[in-house]
């Protein structure tokens, strides 16, 4: 069977910070509550990996469709609760400036979802999303 690997190679910097390498890139990961806020931490890099998987899928959808994008904007949220370790809820808002039809727009957001390998590891039951369609000269 086929299969694609991801690696990502984490250093410590001996507080809350680390050093993060995913192929030829370098990043940081810390907090702003008792690290340096050096970068984001590790929950708002799950809200972006969610959102870069909606944004690759929606982006290669538009462009197999042939759709008439002329911009297209991702937004996620989670929150949690102070006790609870873990996020009770993610949303996310798609915001396209289209003349297509609704019917062809809201068939990219059930694909992206369907095919995206981050938004189904953490699972569609968790995820919630919204798209707002806008019209050219509207925006």
Do not use: H
Request: charged share 30%; aromatic share 8%; with cysteine.
């Amino acid at each position: 069977m086929e299969r694609l690997e991801y690696v990502a190679e984490l250093k410590w910097d001996g507080n809350v910070e680390s050093t993060a390498g995913v192929r030829e890139f370098i990043f940081k990961i810390d907090t702003n509550t008792d690290g340096r806020n050096a970068g984001p931490n590790p929950t708002e890099y799950l809200l972006s990996a969610i959102g870069g998987c909606l944004t690759v899928n929606w982006g290669r959808l538009i462009k197999k469709m042939r759709l008439n994008v002329e911009e297209m904007n991702v937004e996620v949220k989670g929150w949690r609760n102070l006790r609870e370790p873990q996020l009770q809820g993610i949303t996310y808002r798609v915001r396209v400036v289209t003349d297509e039809p609704e019917r062809k727009v809201l068939r990219v957001k059930e694909l992206a979802e369907k095919y995206g390998t981050v938004f189904n590891t953490v699972g569609k039951e968790k995820i919630k999303g919204e798209v707002e369609i806008v019209r050219p000269g509207k925006a």
